[in-house]
């Protein structure tokens, strides 16, 4: 190997230009743009987003929208419409605001004044603007923002909270502010925060399981963090690659650093095992030689598996995930680069230095690790068919609870619960009905008092019809409260009609995806059994968590089958063998099963994260299978199958299983983070490695055993009888 001469002959040159190109990767990732919000889940062509967002555009509504909250033991008075005239004044001094309605600003409209006899305010309130009013201690003033980007909306956001903290409020009164561009910026602030978190746990877990399980394996017991700085320079540099390839940072892929840091260290802990192994037998060269040379094949077989898994990500075509799977993908591409350049000149510089006093070469010791993998070898050799019978039932049983798993497609259960706005968006949403809200669209020929009424009537047959529908708004109850088309405040119209377009608004009990499926169902069944004459279309946050709802299904699918056949396709083109390729997507299959019972058994839902797990499972999990086949395929070339067995899982089951603590502690740390679907991730991915290297351990070489017996059978004639 050319590349392997120079690194040998110049250790200097390559530290020196892995370290630039850290640093340079270091100031690209300052550029790296954030994001948030439920966008990233659907693809620029999906109809219900796109619906969506044509209803946002066309409608004065609540979502994009910032409210403000104003508190008080009464607001039902003189003294608080007349607050929330002030609010408005102020506002009106802030650049980007297209609309400000309060009820204030609607009575003045509508009287020309506010009315001083607080009995008649009351009146009016409760009978005309009581949405906007939805309790005597609670009154709202809703922001449209003018149409722009999402950071500009949210700086738009910042300049009204600003603006409100100047405000000098009247005693008895409170302030708060919310909404969509509000929770943006909170929520990337917030992301930020989980990134810091996260990485310093994820570090400081690989330092603790480095030292446990790695130390005993090295000569030198710092020499053991040696993988930790292999992998943290990957991160960095994947980090610094994010802004070049226009990937933001996000509530998802916020989680994909810290986790990279446990997957990526994998490669460069095989190779310093074996470094380990050979350098009590040879010299500095020929040790990192055969070291790189005879853990080459698999460690290549794994990142090459590893990969697939992550990039079958990208197959259902969501953005959120596709990054997910690139980041991931090229994290560990760079961390296997560096495990065969940047490792072996690290290790050639050490061991120069320390010629002049050789480090004593010691008798491996039997620690509690190696007792343990003693244990299983022995176990596994002895009961194979057992470990195999039991593997099959675990499957059975996984596959069968798989579809009892409940789904959460609530963006706002994915975020930390604590955000001030997320807590007032809640908050509100109890008030006014909020994320349970579904709006039906009818064109019509022109908007006139009997389209509206009958759209009204179409709106009545709905509510009285279907279970989970309690309550509506439409233009219709609009026009019987100010009995004129011409009375009602254009503010409040706006919100259901649109040039020939009228909305109504269906307020529902639904909660979860399948009450969410069930109802959308059903209104769009009673819209063809009453046959609008026009177009139409059912949307609304509801509609919104419903298509999430089945994107991650069939994302799902998807991924899970294109990772399975990918990974299968190249096993056996490079093994050539049907048998040698199977072996690993049996004992991943088995973990997989293990993950359904585990989220069945705990509650736990999926989400559009955790929908990536088989592929990550398949992707990651597999490693471990691998290592322990090629293992147990080379020396079996010299050994019985028993001794071939024992050998792959007492020898190479060090390095891998402190390749699996270092993952699992990758994952770990996602359970330091502030967001809910980050920390369910964690949790079961590290369950999932968990597994993984216990059937890796286990499923693999019994599975080895009893095929290879069966094989013997078949060509000694024993199994089916002589053949002729």
Partial sequence: MKILNIILEKPGIIFIITGIVIIFSLISAMNVEMTSGTESFFSKDNKVYQQYRLYEKNFVRATGAIFILIKGEEVINYETFQLMLKIEEELKKIDGLETVTSPASILRDFLGA??????????????????????????????QISPMDIEKQEEVAKNIERSMMQ?????????????TPVLGYQIKNEILKSLGMTMMASICLMILLLFMAFSGVVRKRSHAFIPLLISVSAVLMIYGLMPRLGIPLSEHTNGALPMLIGLSIEYAVQIQNRFEEEIRRHGVDTALRLSIERTGRAVILALLTTVVGF???????????????????????????????????????LENRQKAERIEVKEERSGKLELGLSFISNLTAKRPYGILIFATIVCIFGFYVSPMIELETNYNKYIPQDLPAIQKFNELEE???????????????????????????LARYIMNNEEFIYSYQSAGTLLDAYGSLDKIPESLLNRFISGSTIAIHLYSSADGFEEFKSTEESIVKSLDFLDWEGERFVTGQAVI???????????QTIMTLVAYGAILILLIGIYRSVRKAVVPLISISVVIAVMNVVMFIFGVKQTMLSIALNSIVLGLGIDFSIMVTERYLEERERSSPVEALRKAIERTGKATTTSALAMIGGFGSMMFSSFPIMRDFGFLALTAISFSLLSALTVVPAFLMVTEKLGEKIRNNKFFGKVK
């Fill in 114 to 143: 506010i009315p001083t006899d607080e009995a008649l305010l009351r009146s009016i309130t409760e009978n005309y603007i009581s949405n906007l009013v939805p309790k005597p201690t609670l009154a709202l003033i809703m922001v």
């Fill in 167 to 179: 405000l000098e409020i009247p005693t008895g009164y409170e302030i708060e502010i919310t909404g």
């Fill in 311 to 349: 990039l079958s990500m990208l197959s259902p075509g969501v953005p959120a995930m596709a990054w997910f799977g690139i980041i991931a993908s090229l994290g560990l591409i760079i961390a296997y680069i560096l495990s065969i350049t940047f490792l072996p000149a690290i290790l050639k510089i």
């Fill in 431 to 457: 008030l006014v009905g909020g994320q349970t809200t579904y709006v039906v669209v009818l064109a019509t020929d022109g908007v006139d008092a009997d389209s509206i009424k009958k759209a009204d009537e």
């Fill in 545 to 555: 968590y419903t298509e999430i709802g089945s994107i991650m299904v069939e994302s």
